[in-house]
């Protein structure tokens, strides 16, 4: 499956951004949907998550008040929705997806398709 990112920006603390993540085929009951980031020197993050079957979530513990993620499926699309942004959550932001079990769905290792990034910066 081929993934598209976009949707992200610069934006000062306290805003909202929402990106999405097109795919090329249906994902609902196929993959695990995941949102990563990566700020400059620094290991690739888990996000959120959404299951393939289910519509269960899971987010990092700085994002879950704040970030939501969620599927249209009749466009293949995967959106993260971030409000009140803070400059910590810069980074180029990746979606990925997978089939990976439950326990390693927060592992980017777990999972085999991944687009291209979008960069996410946040002012103060």
């Known amino acids: 499956v081929q993934l598209q990112a976009s949707g992200g920006g610069l934006v000062q603390a306290g805003g909202s951004l929402r990106l999405s993540c097109a795919a090329s085929?249906?994902?609902?009951?196929?993959?695990?949907m995941a949102w990563f980031r990566q700020a400059p020197g620094k290991e690739r993050d888990f996000v959120a998550a959404?299951?393939?079957?289910?519509?269960?979530?899971y987010y990092q513990d700085s994002v879950k008040t704040r970030f939501t993620i969620s599927r249209d499926n009749a466009k293949n699309t995967v959106i993260l929705q971030m409000n009140s942004l803070k400059p910590e959550d810069t980074a180029v932001y990746y979606c990925a997806a997978g089939t990976s079990v439950l326990s390693h769905i927060r592992v980017p290792s777990a999972y085999k398709y991944w687009g291209q990034g979008t960069q996410v910066t946040v002012s103060s």
């Open positions: 085929e249906r994902t609902a009951n196929n993959y695990n």
């Open positions: 959404i299951r393939r079957t289910g519509g269960y979530t």
